[in-house]
């Protein structure tokens, strides 16, 4: 009888204990989270164009509360929140314009770029409106951009970012395929425009996941995460042509923003 209480009392205290130490760990990256100072950069996938509610003051740049950036600090509350991000940057307009806020004490910067250097609107406008094969040959040139020239514009980028911040987790976001092949669209694009459109992107993808390595940035990888929300697949997380605001066209939806863009960015800060 009196081991058993013994034992109780032991077990009492030792659930104590790790109950005391879960606590102070929830603590303790609660507190982490809340010290931390973000900077979002980046193009129109980053401020949020396609997901509505576009905050009036960022005028053409198109930010959004509904964009990833914003949802992550809405949920997490860190201790400082910079939205530089803009539709239509390209990586000249990040340096130029967007790198303000960036200083030795940041934590944490999220970007993506990339997309406008390599021509994606004209790619997508060439292809909706001109043939199979002028479409097939302008994805070809983005894709030579891709080798001979957009290696070196990130370059500049990540070294700016690595000289403004030197001690910042910098996470590179990717883009998200936008064709579900042999999907439920039964007009538009061929099989193969989208399957040209969706390696371009793939290989957009690769050339910036190699540049973030070389700089220790980490490469954050949506494809997944929109694998079955492609355009064409009944539940599209992103737009398809929008003749009403062209400028949300093949732009992640709210939808896209929040279960796509936000759990692979929350995964790699």
């Known amino acids: 009888m009196k081991l058993s ?18 606590g102070a760990a929830t603590a ?3 507190d982490s989270v809340a010290a931390v100072d973000y900077v979002a950069l980046g193009d129109s996938y980053s401020s949020g164009v396609g997901s509505g509610s576009y905050d009036s003051a960022s005028g053409s740049c198109k930010r959004t509360p509904k964009a990833y950036p914003a949802l992550w600090a809405a949920a997490n509350a860190p201790a400082s929140f910079a939205f530089t991000a803009c539709s239509g940057a390209r990586t000249g307009d990040v340096t130029a314009n967007q790198l303000g806020p960036l200083n030795s004490g940041t934590d944490l910067v999220s970007i993506s770029i990339g997309g ?8 997508m406008t060439t292809c909706v409106l001109q043939s199979e094969a002028t479409c097939l040959n302008r994805v070809a040139q983005a894709r030579a951009f891709v080798d001979s ?3 070196g514009n990130l370059n ?5 970012i690595r000289s403004k911040a030197p001690s910042a987790r910098v996470v590179v976001l990717g883009y998200p395929r936008f064709y579900q092949l042999n999907g439920t669209c039964v007009t538009g694009l061929s099989e193969k425009e989208r399957a040209a459109i969706n390696g371009a992107s793939d290989y957009l993808n690769a050339a910036t996941a190699k540049r973030a390595a070389d700089y220790g940035f980490t490469f954050a990888d949506v494809a997944g995460a929109f694998t079955g929300h492609e355009i064409c697949s009944g539940s599209a997380w992103l737009h398809s042509v929008n003749w009403l605001d062209i400028g949300e ?13 936000l759990p ?4 790699a800060a």
């Open 28 to 30: 303790q990256a609660a």
């Open 249 to 261: 066209s093949y732009h992640p939806t709210a939808a896209g923003q929040s279960g796509g863009y």
């Open 5 to 22: 209480r013994i034992t109780a009392f032991s077990s009492s205290l030792l659930l104590g204990a790790v109950l005391a130490l879960t």
């Open 149 to 151: 020239t957009l290696p």
């Open 116 to 123: 406008n250097d390599a021509g994606f609107a004209d790619v």
């Open 156 to 160: 500049s980028v990540y070294t700016a």
């Open 264 to 267: 692979v960015f929350r995964s």
